[in-house]
């Protein structure tokens, strides 16, 4: 069955520090990759997929298929980053079924 | 177009009772998902539809459960004889199938609280 493994619950950094979000995943293939975001009060929302390989609001994330990792990065935490934050990953070729890890509550302190 | 809308926001019902969630899709989105989140957990998949049929479901879905998509366009999904365990937020999402892997857009989604 698909994993994915986010093993931080909750994450704080203070404003300026970098962050990086953890996420493992398990599918053997070539999946795709995705992380999003809640910001308080309001929806999930997609923040990046690994085939775009784009930076969105200054996070990147890299697949490493060796290490079944797609972490998420940021060199400079601003506080208006704080939020929950999902990895998940669906089979490639279509964006079907999604399996989310269980979410990195992050916290960027002033 | 203001994105996926769910409908109700919150549902509070007692033990045993019927409830019924309505999604309205991006229009131009022609699958959707249904999924359950709890507390502390991230979102698990319930089912999709790709236009109006039902192409998977999970196993998280018991014989309770049901959804439909008449004509492709909203979606509603029932649970019957609710308990106490079907607490949880239920989101919608919907997305375009291009095959590229373009994320969902979600909705709020709807509350369920069963006491």
């Known amino acids: 069955a698909q994993r994915v493994t986010q093993p931080e619950k909750l994450l704080s950094v203070f404003k300026g520090a970098p962050v990086e979000l953890k996420c493992n995943y398990s599918y053997s293939g070539s999946p795709e990759l995705f992380w999003y975001v809640q910001y308080s009060r309001q929806r999930l929302q997609l923040l990046l997929r690994?085939?775009s390989r784009e930076s969105i609001k200054g996070f990147t994330a890299d697949l490493n298929k060796g290490e079944t990792s797609f972490h998420l990065k940021k060199p400079f935490a601003q506080e208006e980053d704080s939020a929950m934050y999902y990895c998940a990953q669906s089979p490639s070729g279509s964006a079907r079924q999604l399996t989310f890890g269980s979410g990195t509550q992050l916290t960027v302190l002033p | 177009d203001t994105g996926v809308s769910q409908d109700p926001r919150h549902k509070i019902t007692k033990r045993g009772q019927n409830v019924t969630f309505r999604c309205d899709p991006i229009?131009?989105?022609?699958?959707l998902y249904w999924y359950r989140q709890t507390l502390g957990q991230g979102p698990e998949f319930l089912t999709y539809?790709?236009?109006?049929?039902?192409?998977?479901k999970s196993r998280l879905l018991s014989d309770r459960f049901s959804a439909e998509r008449p004509k492709g366009s909203f979606s509603t999904l029932e649970i019957q004889r609710t308990e106490q365990g079907d607490s949880a937020m239920y989101l919608c999402?919907?997305?375009?199938?291009?095959?590229?892997?373009?994320?969902?857009?979600f909705g709020s989604g709807t509350r369920l609280t069963v006491v």
């Open positions: 229009s131009e989105h022609n699958r």
């Open positions: 999402a919907s997305s375009y199938n291009t095959g590229t892997g373009n994320g969902y857009t």
């Open positions: 539809f790709q236009n109006e049929a039902q192409l998977e």
């Open positions: 690994h085939i």
